[in-house]
């Protein structure tokens, strides 16, 4: 199936530094989503992103929509053991309603 | 408000048998997809209903249907069962398409 490249696949941390990922794509996309997924549960939204360029942050959180809308990047800062977990983006084409999700990003934060 | 609810959270079938999820949305959301998550293939998408309309529907064979009933709930069905159906199910809703929240999941086990 079709999927996003996330990278890095998966890292480990110290508490309290900062984790940087991102994802690209051969395609263009309108929306931009990153979720959290913890083991057992489903994604939790944790930022949207509707528009090239945009910056959002949420608490500790922010994403970037990219200017070529073929990529997006999400940065925490000062990590915290919660937010061990696996995050993944996804990347909408207008009108399809279809999201398109990355291979996730797992993230292992070390006290 | 509550969030969105699936049914049952764990199911094992045999080889062969046939299943049915079901999916309550968040109230309001008539949105509702559904996608697919195995560690092999990541986050795959597997349709979407709008007001009792399929819009957009993945790359899965024709044993994999789906419904949205007036009251936006969901439900999808999976025949002739194979091994290989082995997932976890994700239902999401949102209220036109865009940022969808999901459910903790349906994990079906085919033996």
């Known amino acids: 199936g079709q999927q996003l490249n996330q990278s890095p696949q998966s890292m480990f941390i110290q508490e309290g530094e900062d984790v940087s990922m991102n994802c690209t794509s051969s395609?263009?996309?309108?929306?931009w989503l990153w979720y959290k997924q913890d083991p057992g549960e489903g994604p939790v939204l944790l930022i949207a992103?509707?528009?090239?360029?945009e910056l959002t942050s949420n608490g500790r959180l922010t994403a970037q929509f990219g200017i070529t809308r073929k990529d997006s990047f999400l940065n925490i800062s000062a990590s915290i053991p919660s937010d061990v977990g696996i995050y993944f983006c996804?990347?909408?084409?207008?009108?399809?309603?279809?999201?398109?999700f990355g291979t996730g990003t797992r993230l292992k934060v070390l006290a | 408000k509550a969030g969105v609810t699936q049914t049952p959270r764990y199911l094992i079938k045999t080889r062969g048998q046939q299943v049915t999820l079901s999916c309550s949305p968040i109230?309001?959301?008539?949105?509702v997809s559904w996608y697919q998550q195995t560690p092999g293939q990541g986050l795959q998408f597997l349709f979407e209903y709008f007001s009792e309309t399929q819009r957009n529907k993945g790359n899965f064979p024709g044993r994999f249907s789906g419904r949205q009933f007036s009251n936006s709930r969901s439900e999808m069905n999976v025949s002739t069962l194979e091994l290989g159906d082995s997932a976890l199910y994700l239902c999401a809703s949102s209220p036109q398409g865009y940022g969808y929240t999901f459910g903790s999941g349906t994990r079906l086990t085919v033996v």
């Open positions: 395609s263009i996309f309108n929306t």
């Open positions: 996804a990347g909408l084409t207008s009108g399809t309603y279809k999201y398109i």
């Open positions: 992103l509707y528009k090239a360029g």
């Open positions: 109230s309001g959301h008539r949105s």
